[in-house]
Structures are given as structure tokens and as C-alpha cells.
């Protein structure tokens, strides 16, 4: 054959590529119906839940603020409610106001009275998927502070320690506990470093000590799963009180070498533990 002529398709060749082109369409019109039932079956993503976080006694919502920034970055909405700490019912019901604002799934966290305050403030909402206590107190149903403080044979001293001040409008026999200063570190926070320490005892907030007596409500963490932050170097709740806590609700425990403000001193092991619950 001559190259420079056009090159002749025959007839059964012509019949040959068609019937090709006929089985790639029917492929593809195969293909495509799977495909789309196989995203119909596929789950649709859910969404992230909102992490709220409620501090305790003697701190502020500052006390959150390297987990937030850690949970910010890995695209987390973060709520980091200012506590009242005017009494367990009050606080509880404030939380929990909060909480019917939001919609879709919480995680709940709480440090140290914040843990009371929590176990209270979820019981009733179905959007509270889990429950993170930090150094906490998770009570049980009629419990008090200061009889949780008792649990495993542990003991506290922060009631020695305690400077009390009269507020305005208190109920009778009433009155603000705050820490006294020159025992906050020793109790508190002694693995942070002396500085910060001492900032942290000059802005304390102080609570209103009718809270240690205050029976708690039905506990949330029978029905919501929980995750348990113990920390071992805790002079403010004893660490067998926390231990003993965490085992009675149930909650996945990791322990930690802390003093009781874990999630400062250690707030990438805290952010990895609310990880693990949101996730």
C-alpha cells in the first residue's frame, strides 16, 4: 500500500468499532446507577460537636485556654462557660440553660467543682453524646463535695486552708471561700511555675461555700458515657477520691503526673482525652 494514500476502513472492521463503542456506553451506563447506590448506602458525614467546657472553684474560664486553642485548630467549635459558682443548683441550671442553646452534639467537660456542676447540667439532654471530667468530681445521686473528698480513703486539706469573706445577699450562713494565698500553689497548681502561680491565687474566683454542702441530682454519667482524668499530684481532691470516681461512673481513665489544674500543665494529654470523646 501506498503510505501517502488515505487508508481504507473496511466493512467488517467499521462493524467491529461500533460494537466497541456500544459495550464502553452500556459499561458506563452500568457503572454510573452502582456508583450512586453506593454513596445512597455511604453514611453522611456527621457533624463535629461543640465542646463546651466549664471551669471549677478558685479559676475562671482562662484556665482553658491552651486545650481551646488546641481544639480550635482541629476545627472544633469550643464554649468555655463562665461558671457562676453561687451554689450546685444555680450553677447547674445556668450550665444547663447554656446547653439548650446549642444545636447538635456537646461534648461536656468539667475541672474539679466543675465535674459536679456537669453531672448535673446534662441529665435530660439527649445532644450530650459524652462526658469529660478533669481532676473532678463525677457524684453520684444525693452525694456532696465534701463527702466525695472522703472516697478511697483519701483526704483533702483544702478546707484548712480556706480565707472566708461575707458577700452581699448571701443566705444565712453563707459565705465566699477562697484560697488562701499562700497555700494556692502548694494545694492548686504546684507544677506550674511559681509566677504563674501566684497570678492565678491573686485573680482566684472565689465559690460560694454552701456549694460543699448541696446534695447532688441524678447523675448524668449513668446514662452518657465518660471519659476520667486522674491526677496523681492533686492535693485538692484527692486522688483516690478521683480514682474511685472514675471507677464508679464507669469512664475510660487515663492518669496523669499532675497537680489538680491538669489542663494547664498538661493541656496536650487533656486535649488528646476530649479528643477521644468528641471522636
Known sequence: MNPSQPRRI???????????GVAAVTAVSVALPAAADDDARRPAPQPKPTIVLVHG????????NEVTERLQKRGYTVLAVSNPLRGLTTDADYVKSILATIEGPIVLVGHSYGGAVITNAATGNPNVQSLVYVAAYALDAGERLIDANELGGGHSELADHLVIRPYPGAPEGDADGYIDPAFFRELFAADLPKKQAAVLAASQRPAALQALFTPSGEPAWKTIPSWYIVALQDNTIPPEAERAMAERAGSTTLELDSSHVAMMSHPGEVTGVILDAAE
Do not use: I, K, M
Open 10 to 20: 473496511t466493512r467488517p472492521l467499521r462493524v467491529a468499532l461500533a460494537l466497541v
Open 57 to 64: 472553684a478558685f479559676a475562671d474560664s482562662s484556665g482553658w
